[in-house]
């Protein structure tokens, strides 16, 4: 069964700390992977997208990993801010417009 | 730049009471989707619209009907709510290659 897999389910760092959310994956045939950024009561927002052949890529603060060996992702939050707070989505598209699998989400939480 | 904007925000509902919530894109994108975000879940696919004329249905499709009535709008019609359908509601657009890009959702309540 195609899944996406998160963790940790929740998270809380202080502001100004790095922190690094996990995405394993069973999701066959793979095409690509996506981070999304859900802030409270709105609807998510593409951080990056990543082909089989990218090990990484980043986003300003947001540098996001792919082994498609190990079939796992991982999104590294530099220097967090209190604006950083939110869920953090991951997503691995197989292909085809009903083939988008999402994660449960990680929750992050940034206090001062 | 609206993206894609959603109507309504809110809406609370009886069992059996019908709604049609409203999506419209101007990005000028041919697909066009229905999500569901249940607490502690990965957004659920309702239907989608790959492109103008066509639907089809994804996982969740029971209890729901949609219309792609041009290029821009996608309607979700709920027929007779079901407390199983309380959820948020999120309409989607892309194009090929491109991520989805979500409206600000729809927070459902059937009571």
Redesign the interface.
């Known amino acids: 069964k195609n899944q996406?897999e998160q963790s940790p389910q929740s998270l809380i760092i202080l502001e100004g700390k790095n922190c690094t959310l996990q995405c394993n994956y069973t999701v066959s045939p793979f095409s690509n992977l996506?981070w999304?950024k859900q802030d409270t009561?709105?609807?998510?927002?593409?951080l990056t997208?990543m082909t089989f052949s990218e090990n990484t890529k980043s986003n300003g603060r947001y540098t996001a990993t792919l082994d498609a060996d190990t079939k796992q992702s991982s999104l590294h939050i530099t220097a967090s801010q209190l604006s950083d707070s939110a869920s953090y989505?991951c997503v691995v598209f197989s292909g085809g417009?009903?083939k988008?699998?999402?994660?449960?989400?990680t929750r992050l939480a940034v206090h001062p | 730049n609206a993206g894609?904007t959603q109507t309504p925000k809110f809406q609370v509902l009886k069992t059996g009471q019908s709604m049609t919530l409203q999506c419209a894109q101007d990005m000028n994108h041919n697909?066009m989707?229905w999500y569901r975000q249940d607490p502690?879940?990965?957004?659920?696919?309702i239907y989608?619209s790959?492109s103008e004329g066509t639907t089809?249905k994804?996982?969740v499709p029971n209890g729901y009907n949609v219309s792609r009535l041009n290029k821009r709008e996608f309607s979700l019609r709920l027929e007779s709510a079901a407390p199983s359908q309380t959820s948020v509601y999120?309409c989607?657009s892309s194009d090929p290659g491109q991520?989805?890009?979500?409206?600000?959702?729809t927070q459902l309540s059937v009571l």
């Open positions: 996406v996506r999304y009561g709105r609807g998510p927002v593409s997208i989505i417009y009903n988008l699998i999402f994660g449960a989400g | 894609v697909s989707y502690g879940m990965g957004l659920r696919l989608y790959a089809d994804g996982e999120f989607a991520g989805l890009f979500f409206g600000s959702g």
